[in-house]
Nanobody, 124 residues
Framework: DVQLVESGGGSVQAGGSLRLSCAYS????????MGWFRQTPGKGPEGVAA???????SYLDSMKGRFTISPDNAKNTVYLQMNSLKPEDTAMYYC???????????????????WGQGTQVTVS
């Protein structure tokens, strides 16, 4: 079975940093596209960043320069390094797999069939 497990969330002060991890298992081939989404109560998932199997990455405009998505293929893990965190970054963060890393597609949550359980990030 495909599994995605996020970790690394927590509480941090504004201006601080966190690194989220998404460990995946159960895949027999390369994952074409992995994404990070976040969600706050009452809102739908918002695409934050995505990376394809060639290492090309995409970011929500407001994240550029602050967040970095990166893979560690040896560990079957994708990271989201978050710097200069702001209170508005507070959300549940999810990783998702098997999406479509094309412009206009990587941010669409319904393009990803596999999701982790999420990790909470709180910035005060």
């Amino acid at each position: 079975d495909v599994q995605l497990v996020e970790s690394g969330g927590g509480s941090v002060q504004a201006g601080g940093s966190l690194r989220l991890s998404c460990a995946y298992s159960g895949y027999t081939s390369f994952i074409d596209c992995m994404g990070w989404f976040r969600q706050t109560p009452g809102k739908g998932p918002e695409g934050v960043a995505a990376i394809d199997s060639d290492g090309a990455s995409s970011y929500l405009d407001s994240m550029k320069g602050r967040f970095t998505i990166s893979p560690d293929n040896a560990k079957n893990t994708v990271y989201l390094q978050m710097n200069s965190l702001k209170p508005e970054d507070t959300a549940m963060y999810y990783c998702a797999a098997d999406g479509a890393c094309y412009p206009g597609s990587w941010q669409k949550d319904y393009e990803y069939p596999s999701w982790g359980q999420g990790t909470q990030v709180t910035v005060s």
